[in-house]
C-alpha cells in the first residue's frame, strides 16, 4: 500500500519525525503539501495495525478539497478508513458528536485536527467536543500554516488536545497564570505573553515547521496599494459616527471598541451608520446603503479601475453586501457569469460548483475568507484583490496562500484597496505588524533547540514577579516503541 504520488524531500524529513510519536504538530505554510504529508503518517499507521479509522476534521468549506486529495494521493485500499466530518459542525450538533464519540469507543482511530486554528478558544463548545474525542484517541496531529494568529495564547488549546503534558498545565488558568499579563486597570487587556521561550521549548520535540522559502521555489508575491477618498458627505459623515462613538468608548468594555471599529468600517464600505434603541434602551448600529447607485461609491470606481477583464482575479471582501454589489456590477459589465460567488450565503455544493465555474471560464471569484481562505487549490489564478480588509492575519494568510502555493509559476500580485486617512490604513499597518511578531515567535522555535531549560518566572495579574519551578512531566509514552 502506497501513495499515489511520491512524496518531496522536506514532507519525507516530516513524516520521519512525527512517525517517532503518538502525537505532534505539523506547522506547514500553504502549498508545501501539508495534506499528503498527513496521508503518509496514517499510511504508515494503518500497515502496522496500529490504527483501523481515521477521523479528519477540517473547516466546512474545506471537506470537499480534503476529500478530493485524499482521492488523488491515496490508495483505494486507504479510502474505507476515513471519516471527514467539519470542525464548525462539531459546535452544536449533538448527533455530529454522539457518532463521533461511538467511532472512537469502537476503533483505535487517529485524529487529524485540520486548521487547528479554529480551535484556539479553550472555552468554545467545538473546542471541548474535540478535546473530549482526543481523549479516547492514542494516536493524534495538528495541521496549520502557523502555530498562532493572534499571540502565543494561541498554542494552548491546540496542544492541550495533543496532550496537556507538552505545555505541562492542565487548566488554561494555569497557562494564564504563567504566560498572560493583563493591564492591572482593565482585567480583560492583555499586555504581553511571557515567557515565550518556554513554550518554544516545549513545543519544539512535537512539532514540524515548513516555510516555504525552505523548501519550494515559488515566484514571488508582490504587493500594491490603491487608495482612494471618501466622498465629502461621506467623509462628514465619518467622523460624525467616530465622535458619538469615541464618546462611548470605555477601554474597560471591549464591545464599546468593537463598535467603534464596526461602525467606522461599515461607513468606509459604502453603508451609512445609524442607532435603533431595544427594548433596555441600549443603541445598536444599523447601517443602509449610503449610495442611491452603488457605482457611485469611491470604494467600487476605485476597484473597477484596477480590475483586468482579462485576467482572472480573486477579490475578497469582509462585507456579504459587498460581494453581491461586485458580482452584480462585475456580471453587467463584462457579461453573464463573468463574476461568481463563494461565500456561506450559497450552499456547500453551490460553492463547490462555482470553483468550478471560476476554473473552467468565469474571471471574478468573490468571495469572503472564512469559506474561501482554506484548504482550496487555485494556483492557476495569480491576482488577489482586497477590496476589504478585516484585523484577521491568519486567514489573510491562508487566503493568499490559495494561489501561491506548489504549482504556481507566476508572481502573485496582490492588491489592497484603502480608504486614505481612514481606519483602512490602521488595519493594514496592524496586519504587517503582526506578521513580523508571527516570524519571530517561528524563528525561536528553532533556537529552542539549542538551549536548556532551567528556572522560569511567571507572572501575577498583579504584575508582581516570583520564581516558578518549571514542572517536568513524563511524556515517554508519547514516543512510539522502537519495537513497535
Not at 467616530?242 to 464600505?269: C, M, N, V, W
Not at 471582501?317 to 460581494?323: F, L, R, S
Not at 457579461?335 to 468550478?356: C, E, H, V, W, Y
Not at 499597518?429 to 539549542?450: G, H, M, V
Amino acid at each position: 500500500m502506497i501513495l499515489k504520488n511520491e512524496l518531496l524531500l522536506h514532507q519525507k524529513a516530516a513524516v520521519e519525525k512525527l512517525s517517532k510519536l503518538k502525537v505532534g504538530a505539523l506547522f506547514m505554510e500553504q502549498g508545501t503539501g501539508k495534506t499528503i504529508t498527513a496521508l503518509e503518517i496514517c499510511r504508515a499507521r494503518l500497515e502496522s495495525n496500529k490504527i483501523n479509522k481515521i477521523i479528519w476534521l477540517c473547516p466546512c468549506s474545506a471537506k470537499n478539497n480534503i476529500k478530493e486529495e485524499i482521492l488523488k494521493q491515496a490508495p483505494n485500499e486507504m479510502l474505507s478508513f476515513f471519516i471527514i466530518c467539519g470542525i464548525e459542525t462539531l459546535s452544536s450538533s449533538i448527533k455530529a458528536n454522539s457518532y463521533l464519540l461511538s467511532i472512537v469507543e469502537q476503533y483505535k482511530c487517529f485524529l487529524i485536527i485540520d486548521e487547528s486554528l479554529l480551535v484556539k478558544n479553550p472555552m468554545a463548545y467545538r473546542t471541548k467536543n474535540i478535546t473530549r474525542l482526543s481523549g479516547k484517541c492514542q494516536y493524534k496531529i495538528i495541521l496549520n500554516g502557523t502555530p498562532i494568529s493572534k499571540n502565543e495564547a494561541d498554542l494552548f488549546a491546540q496542544f492541550y488536545i495533543l496532550d496537556w503534558r507538552i505545555l505541562g498545565y492542565k487548566s488554561y488558568w494555569s497557562f494564564e497564570a504563567n504566560h498572560l499579563e493583563y493591564d492591572k486597570y482593565n482585567p480583560t487587556k492583555l499586555v504581553r505573553i511571557l515567557n515565550v521561550d518556554y513554550l518554544s521549548k516545549k513545543i519544539e520535540p512535537y512539532t514540524c515547521q515548513v516555510k516555504k522559502e525552505e523548501c519550494l521555489k515559488l515566484p514571488d508575491k508582490l504587493y500594491y496599494s490603491e487608495w482612494f477618498e471618501l466622498t465629502d458627505k461621506q467623509l462628514k459623515h465619518y467622523h460624525d459616527i467616530a465622535d458619538k462613538l469615541l464618546f462611548d468608548l470605555d477601554e474597560f468594555k471591549p464591545e464599546t471598541i468593537y463598535r467603534l471599529f464596526s461602525g467606522l468600517q461599515s461607513i468606509i464600505s459604502g453603508k451609512k451608520v445609524y442607532f435603533e434603541k431595544g427594548k433596555k434602551g441600549y443603541e445598536h448600529i444599523k447601517t443602509s446603503p449610503f449610495f442611491e447607485n452603488i457605482c457611485d461609491n469611491p470604494r467600487i470606481k476605485k476597484l473597477l479601475s484596477v480590475i483586468d477583464g482579462n485576467e482572472k482575479t480573486i477579490i475578497f471582501c469582509k462585507y456579504t453586501d459587498e460581494i453581491s454589489n461586485i458580482c452584480e456590477i462585475l456580471n453587467k459589465a463584462y457579461g453573464k457569469d463573468t463574476a461568481i460567488r463563494f461565500d456561506g450565503s450559497i450552499p456547500m455544493k453551490k460553492r463547490i460548483d462555482n470553483l468550478q465555474i471560476f476554473k473552467d471560464k468565469a474571471i471574478f471569484l468573490v468571495a469572503n475568507r472564512s469559506c474561501a481562505g482554506f484548504s482550496l487549490n487555485l494556483q492557476f489564478c495569480h491576482r488577489i484583490i482586497n477590496y476589504s480588509n478585516d484585523w484577521n492575519l491568519a486567514t489573510r494568510l491562508q487566503s493568499e496562500d490559495r494561489v501561491h502555493r506548489y504549482g504556481q509559476i507566476n508572481e502573485v500580485n496582490i492588491i489592497d484597496i484603502y480608504a486614505e486617512n481612514t481606519l483602512d490604513e490602521r488595519i493594514i499597518e496592524c496586519l504587517r505588524n503582526k506578521e513580523n511578531l508571527l516570524e519571530i515567535f517561528k524563528d525561536k522555535i528553532k533556537e529552542s533547540k539549542k538551549e536548556e531549560i532551567a528556572e522560569w518566572l511567571y507572572a501575577k495579574r498583579n504584575g508582581k514577579r516570583t520564581q516558578s519551578k518549571v514542572q517536568l512531566f513524563d511524556c515517554s509514552d508519547l514516543e512510539e516503541s522502537k519495537n513497535a
